[in-house]
């Protein structure tokens, strides 16, 4: 196995455990609809829940069954739990491509087969669940992990925000965030941010904490990407190492955001032009110079990244052939080859996955 573990008596493995206390008081002191305790000992309500929350899988309980005792704790909007079995479990997971899971060890032990690796540890372990890599996990009885999900549709903007371009494929993240590097102890420092923004202040009429302002966990959760993005090994990395793009100018911004407010009209050119106040050829002009594509070419990124949501999410009625016509692509063979060459699935692949 990799060496991903730390030693149980390290610093950043007691870090992980006084982590693991904070969570517990933050998470408790939660409001709103998406928040709470979920607890069951029935090992089928505890995989449907996991299922609500997080990704098609498999369960097997591998230790005294009479033990089984699910706690999943969730606070922030659904995005940050803590979860924990109270006997031996393996889950088997399948990816949807939605978010990426970020997961910190606060307790016991966990074992993790992914992207052709294996490796384990204790508190401190930190795993990043890429959105679409399958991975196999097997928690010990007094295993506790603490998550925070990151949606892949921003953190596919962020990079694009970056690097000036979208990523070419899905963003595939080294799955271990090793131990005693300068990542390790940022990651650390970013939850407990997030958590300390979580908690409530100390007294005697804080006891439940106000649901966190939307502007202030959309910040917190940019941070935490950014930290994923500039200092964690993943598949767009060198792009992000290249020198920092220049920002494109108004016109081309102008355009971008009048093409995804209406990516749904039959678009011509020659009207994002006039949306963005230039001419034609000035226009692809911006595009090939700060884009290094067509503005046609980018509303068929948009359209096709806005179809793969609506697979995923089931947004609206119907099957691929009424999603594809509802983002203007009316030749289904055609859309069919370019998004498995985009997204590595077919779209009736991602639509089963609903």
Not at 6 to 18: C, K, V, Y
Not at 24 to 51: H, I, K, M, N, Y
Not at 228 to 246: D, F, I, R, V, Y
Request: hydrophobic share 40%; net charge positive.
């Amino acid at each position: 196995m990799n060496g991903c573990g730390l030693d149980e008596t390290s610093r950043s493995a007691t870090d992980a455990r006084l982590l693991g206390l904070e969570a517990e008081r933050a998470l408790a002191s939660q409001a709103g609809d998406q928040t709470g305790d979920w607890v069951t000992s029935d090992p089928d309500c505890a995989s449907e829940r996991l299922f609500r929350n997080y990704t098609p899988h498999r369960m097997r309980v591998i230790g005294p069954p009479r033990d089984f005792r699910m706690r999943l704790r969730v606070g922030w909007s659904g995005s940050m739990a803590l979860l924990r079995f109270n006997t031996g479990v393996e889950l088997s997971q399948v990816p949807t491509g939605r978010f990426i899971l970020v997961t910190t060890q606060v307790s016991g032990w966990s074992e993790i087969d992914t992207q052709g690796q294996s490796f384990s540890g204790g508190p401190g372990l930190m795993v990043v669940d890429s959105a679409r890599s399958p991975v196999r996990k097997r928690f010990s009885a007094d295993s506790e992990r603490l998550h925070l999900r990151l949606g892949i549709a921003a953190l596919d903007g962020l990079y694009e925000r970056l690097t000036g371009k979208a990523p070419a494929r899905p963003l595939e993240f080294a799955p271990c965030i090793r131990p005693e590097t300068a990542m390790h102890a940022r990651w650390q420092s970013v939850m407990r941010m997030v958590l300390s923004c979580t908690a409530p202040s100390a007294g005697p009429d804080t006891a439940l904490a106000p649901a966190l302002p939307d502007l202030l966990r959309r910040q917190l959760e940019e941070t935490a990407m950014l930290m994923l993005l500039t200092g964690h090994e993943h598949s767009g990395a060198e792009q992000m190492a290249g020198t920092p793009a220049t920002p494109a100018p108004r016109h081309v911004r102008a355009a971008e955001e009048f093409m995804r407010a209406n990516a749904g009209e039959p678009l011509t050119l020659a009207e994002i032009a006039e949306a963005a106040g230039v001419s034609i050829r000035t226009l692809t002009a911006g595009f090939r110079n700060f884009r290094d594509q067509s503005p046609m070419q980018q509303l068929r990124d948009i359209r096709m990244a806005a179809a793969r949501n609506d697979l995923l999410q089931g947004t609206g009625t119907g099957g691929v052939a009424d999603i594809a016509l509802r983002w203007g692509f009316g030749n289904f063979g055609r859309f069919a080859g370019d998004y498995r060459r985009r997204y590595g699935e077919t779209p009736s692949e991602t639509l089963r996955r609903r």
